[in-house]
């Protein structure tokens, strides 16, 4: 045993160990297919198994033509039965924010009338604060690499300042929610403010926030050293928050916060763990390895405009002989949808505008190339049963960029907006709630007879 041993040393020992878990730990591929086990629980098709009924959103990917075939269509998403399309249209037209509007629809059901996301919007205001010391003791003391991790931790310490934590009656779930939805923007970037400090040596500044301004204004006013924005940067900002709200009741956090909810724990608790699951890559991490895989794209090919040379990359991340050797090509695909998704499309035209305004066009027809010839190569080297285009996450980590947000909050404003759909889908499982949900696991190990000790 080493004299001072840390959490993160892997030992010889500790290799050994991982080597024996791998040997008798590892099912043979074909047992899925011989017990008809649903792999992530989703078909050949990618379609998902049906577990619960939601009034929450529908995902729209594919079309029952008269012969009972169903083809793949554009794609497209519903909040509560309104196209995501037209909730855009509305505020965008209106030129006010519509994350608040969208967070008040999604909890409650219906589109707000005037008053009704007035009186919101003030609920969210008063709600923008921090018990006494809490930035001090919690998110300073005690800074974190990684963000989210740095969130849950936030959220599950708020606990103990809520004088009913487990109280799961829906008065006080509605209250929490709102409450959480408020604090999220505080939470994510006061961690990264502790982060840029303690470990990257900057300067530290904590803004407090301001009543009068919306949730993306506020990030970008607690963010930035001097507060200051464009009208522009606030409007798109707000647009990713609202194209990452909601995405149904089948994705990863939102399945957890069913699962997590169904067992009666708190809402805490509950959001926790769905940020756990946010957190991974192939989730609401995935924005960062699209700019992460642009970047190492950028450095292998100097002339932006050279399709042949931006194919033989691509075709190099599907051969797994580029970026992560993962064999994918990130933003581009979805588990859903096929021919497009909504958000990528509604997010592009407002990327375009914004990229004139910083003077990065360059960059964002490279985006549009890549899209362009990666969807033409994976259709052509992969089966794909249902199509594939680039989904928001090919778009909104360059949107980050842009708004000079640091990489370390991309998955934070993800979470910061999804917030408001965790706590539409944990009121609607309260509400509905029948038995904890339980799936089912086949056993495929054979039954042994017991060796003593002494013997093996």
């Not at 931790?153 to 409450?179: E, F, G, K, M, W």
């Not at 699209?290 to 051969?319: G, I, P, R």
């Not at 362009?372 to 080297?381: F, V, Y």
């Amino acid at each position: 045993m080493p004299s001072n041993p840390t959490y993160s040393a892997i030992t010889p020992e500790i290799e050994k160990l991982a080597q024996i878990a791998l040997d008798n730990s590892t099912i043979d591929p074909e047992d899925y297919t011989r017990y008809n086990v649903k792999r992530g629980l989703r078909d050949l098709n990618g379609k998902g198994v049906l577990a619960g009924l939601t009034e929450i959103a529908d995902v729209h990917a594919t079309e029952t033509l008269p012969d009972g075939t169903t083809v793949p269509c554009d794609g497209e998403l519903y909040y509560r039965g309104y196209n995501v399309r037209d909730l855009v249209q509305g505020f965008v037209k209106d030129k006010r924010p519509g994350f608040e509007e969208t967070a008040y629809l999604l909890m409650f059901g219906h589109l707000p009338q005037p008053q009704q996301l007035a009186d919101f919007q003030a609920q969210l205001a008063g709600y923008r604060s921090l018990p006494s010391n809490f930035v001090r003791d919690v998110v300073l003391k005690a800074p974190s690499r990684d963000m989210m991790n740095a969130l849950a931790r936030s959220i599950l310490t708020l606990a103990s300042y809520d004088d009913n934590p487990d109280d799961i009656s829906l008065p006080n779930v509605v209250r929490q929610c709102i409450q959480l939805t408020a604090v999220f923007p505080m939470l994510a970037v006061y961690s990264y403010q502790a982060y840029s400090y303690s470990v990257e040596g900057k300067s530290l500044f904590i803004h407090a926030p301001d009543a009068n301004l919306s949730t993306a204004e506020n990030i970008l006013h607690l963010l930035r050293p001097d507060s200051k924005y464009t009208p522009l940067e606030a409007r798109l900002l707000d647009l990713c928050l609202v194209l990452h709200a909601e995405h149904g009741g089948g994705n990863n956090s939102t399945f957890t916060t069913h699962v997590v909810t169904s067992s009666g724990t708190d809402t805490y608790s509950c959001m926790a763990a769905a940020l756990a699951s946010l957190k991974g890559p192939r989730h609401g991490g995935a924005n960062l390895k699209v700019v992460n895989m642009f970047e190492d794209l950028k450095a292998h090919v100097s002339d932006w405009t050279d399709e042949d040379a931006l194919t033989d990359y691509l075709d190099k991340l599907l051969s797994k002989e580029g970026f992560d050797h993962s064999g994918l090509i990130y933003g581009m695909g979805h588990a859903v949808y096929s021919l497009s998704d909504p958000r990528a499309r509604i997010l592009k035209g407002f990327v375009e505008a914004l990229s004139e305004e910083k003077g990065m066009d360059d960059e964002y027809q490279l985006y549009n190339r890549v899209e362009r010839l990666a969807a033409d190569l994976i259709s052509r080297k992969r089966k794909i049963y249902k199509g594939v285009s680039a989904n928001v996450d090919f778009y909104s980590g360059f949107v980050y960029r842009m708004l000079g947000l640091p990489m370390e909050l991309f998955t934070p404003i993800f979470a910061i907006a999804r917030v408001s759909g965790w706590s539409a889908h944990r009121i609607e499982e309260l509400i509905n709630m029948g038995k904890i949900i339980r799936p089912a696991y086949r056993n495929v190990c054979p039954h042994r007879d017991y060796t003593e000790l002494s013997a093996r």
